[in-house]
């Protein structure tokens, strides 16, 4: 099959960095545990991830073509597997987020090098939606592969127990594996390279230009608001789990896996279901089902107390619920990022690429960092009501990405 190797190594790829990425929920509750840090304090962890990420890619994505995407992979992955090998001997909180940022600045070479890679193998819009909802899917498989690795090294009973560190011996080794993929996999990118002679002031100045269209910052608006939902909740949920639901924290981080694993589901699904109904319909009608399922989740986890975990059975019903709001909230952001990137000739994607992953990981760190002072001054429950006021707020932003979606197909057709 062509592409079948690069391809793969996407995959790979995203599925590693959705381990690194959102184990930060874990180490959240960790930080609590071990360092006896505050929830406000450990919230801080997002923002290392978050910020190095935003800044990174908007040095490098106006240029990113021309060090070259697979280089960039290289790099990004090379970087990342250094500093699981050296954590677990440091295991300071300083060392913690050191990692973070080194992931968070490697995943911005990542992510715009996998978004560019999209629209090198792709042809039509629909193969482009399709296989972007199906990379974003192994990224939830990722996280929920984290939850249960992580889960295996905690140590419920010693909150200072640093076994837990042990596992980025093993995340470390993945990324070596994933290393040598990515550095035999073919791929051809002529097409993504800029004009010849284009100096980097001028790269930077076609960024910005790129963000003044009225699509652009449409979709800028859509794709912030998506993310301060996703990771207000997914970064929380252990600790929601934990403290208002009172489950052990090693249950508390496999009952967040079903966020990971029902937003895997639903990008698959939506992998398909994309390919043959409206994008617009398809979202509009997940972000109702979401907020309905806040309304309904929340309040069964007002009268949670202490529970004796022995089977499964014995998990609160509450804990089995609101995680699966991920399932609706899965297609939006694949299906957005997929419909901006379409809409632009390809010599444009890594430049655009590079503003959703700074919009994105803006928007992740200020929802854990609202979440996280809500959390510590209103309690859990408030904290994940806060997620109405977004979600209703992006359904009348993907309603105006959608008018704007039109009105650019129309002005480039008479053009």
Same mark, same amino acid.
């Given at each position: 099959?062509?592409?079948?190797?690069?391809?793969?190594?996407?995959?790979?790829?995203?599925?590693?960095?959705?381990?690194?990425?959102?184990?930060?929920?874990?180490?959240?509750?960790?930080?609590?545990?071990?360092? #006896? &840090?505050?929830?406000?304090?450990?919230?801080?962890?997002?923002?290392?991830?978050?910020?190095?990420?935003?800044?990174?890619?908007?040095?490098?994505?106006?240029?990113?073509?021309?060090?070259?995407?697979?280089?960039?992979?290289?790099?990004?992955?090379?970087?990342?597997?250094?500093?699981?090998?050296?954590?677990?001997?440091?295991?300071?909180?300083?060392?913690?987020?050191?990692?973070?940022?080194?992931?968070?600045?490697?995943?911005?070479?990542?992510?715009?090098?996998?978004?560019?890679?999209?629209?090198? @193998?792709?042809?039509?819009?629909?193969?482009?939606?399709?296989?972007?909802?199906?990379?974003?899917?192994?990224?939830?498989?990722?996280?929920?592969?984290?939850?249960? *690795?992580?889960?295996?090294?905690?140590?419920?009973?010693?909150?200072?127990?640093?076994?837990?560190?042990? &596992?980025?011996?093993?995340?470390?080794?993945?990324?070596?594996?994933?290393?040598?993929?990515?550095?035999?996999?073919? *791929?051809?990118?002529?097409?993504?390279?800029?004009?010849?002679?284009?100096?980097?002031?001028?790269?930077?100045?076609?960024?910005?230009?790129?963000?003044?269209?009225?699509?652009?910052?449409?979709?800028?608006?859509?794709?912030?608001?998506?993310?301060?939902?996703?990771?207000?909740?997914?970064?929380?949920?252990?600790?929601?789990?934990?403290? &208002?639901?009172?489950?052990?924290?090693?249950?508390?981080?496999?009952?967040?896996?079903?966020?990971?694993?029902?937003?895997?589901?639903?990008?698959?699904?939506?992998? &398909?279901?994309?390919?043959?109904?409206?994008?617009?319909?398809?979202?509009?009608?997940?972000?109702?089902?979401?907020?309905?399922?806040?309304?309904?989740? @929340?309040?069964?986890?007002?009268?949670? #107390?202490?529970?004796?975990?022995?089977?499964?059975?014995?998990?609160?019903?509450?804990?089995?619920?609101?995680?699966?709001?991920?399932?609706?909230? =899965?297609?939006?952001?694949?299906?957005?990022?997929?419909?901006?990137?379409?809409?632009?000739?390809?010599?444009?994607?890594?430049?655009?690429?590079?503003?959703?992953?700074?919009?994105? =990981?803006?928007?992740?760190?200020?929802?854990?960092?609202?979440?996280?002072?809500?959390?510590?001054?209103?309690?859990?429950?408030?904290?994940?009501?806060?997620?109405?006021?977004?979600?209703?707020?992006?359904?009348?932003?993907?309603?105006?990405?959608?008018?704007?979606?039109?009105?650019?197909?129309?002005?480039?057709?008479?053009?």
């Amino acid at each position: 099959m062509e592409f079948l190797k690069i391809k793969i190594s996407v995959f790979i790829n995203y599925l590693l960095f959705g381990i690194m990425l959102n184990s930060v929920g874990t180490v959240i509750l960790q930080a609590q545990r071990y360092y #006896g &840090v505050s929830a406000s304090s450990a919230a801080v962890l997002e923002a290392f991830k978050d910020i190095t990420i935003a800044v990174v890619s908007f040095i490098v994505a106006s240029f990113i073509t021309r060090i070259g995407y697979k280089k960039s992979m290289q790099i990004g992955l090379a970087a990342v597997a250094i500093g699981c090998f050296i954590v677990p001997s440091i295991k300071t909180f300083i060392a913690v987020k050191l990692l973070f940022a080194i992931t968070g600045a490697s995943f911005a070479l990542i992510k715009i090098s996998v978004f560019g890679t999209i629209g090198l @193998i792709t042809k039509t819009e629909k193969a482009h939606v399709s296989l972007m909802s199906f990379v974003e899917s192994f990224f939830m498989i990722g996280i929920l592969s984290g939850y249960f *690795l992580f889960s295996y090294f905690i140590d419920d009973a010693d909150a200072a127990s640093g076994r837990w560190f042990s &596992v980025y011996y093993l995340i470390g080794a993945f990324y070596l594996l994933a290393l040598l993929l990515v550095s035999i996999s073919p *791929l051809d990118e002529s097409a993504a390279k800029p004009e010849p002679g284009m100096k980097f002031r001028q790269s930077y100045t076609d960024m910005l230009k790129l963000l003044m269209l009225p699509l652009v910052v449409s979709f800028v608006i859509c794709a912030f608001l998506y993310v301060l939902i996703e990771q207000s909740i997914m970064s929380w949920l252990p600790t929601f789990n934990n403290k &208002v639901l009172h489950l052990p924290s090693s249950i508390s981080v496999l009952m967040a896996g079903i966020m990971a694993s029902s937003t895997a589901i639903g990008r698959f699904l939506a992998g &398909v279901l994309l390919k043959r109904i409206s994008w617009y319909i398809c979202l509009t009608v997940c972000l109702f089902a979401a907020a309905g399922l806040v309304l309904i989740a @929340i309040p069964l986890a007002s009268n949670a #107390g202490p529970y004796e975990i022995r089977t499964w059975a014995d998990v609160p019903f509450a804990a089995y619920i609101f995680p699966l709001i991920g399932f609706f909230l =899965a297609p939006i952001y694949p299906a957005i990022n997929s419909v901006i990137l379409g809409a632009l000739p390809k010599n444009q994607h890594g430049t655009m690429s590079g503003l959703i992953v700074v919009f994105s =990981a803006l928007g992740g760190s200020l929802g854990s960092l609202i979440t996280g002072y809500i959390f510590q001054h209103y309690g859990g429950q408030t904290a994940f009501y806060f997620s109405l006021l977004p979600i209703a707020t992006l359904t009348v932003a993907l309603f105006l990405f959608q008018k704007m979606k039109t009105r650019h197909l129309i002005e480039h057709t008479l053009s």
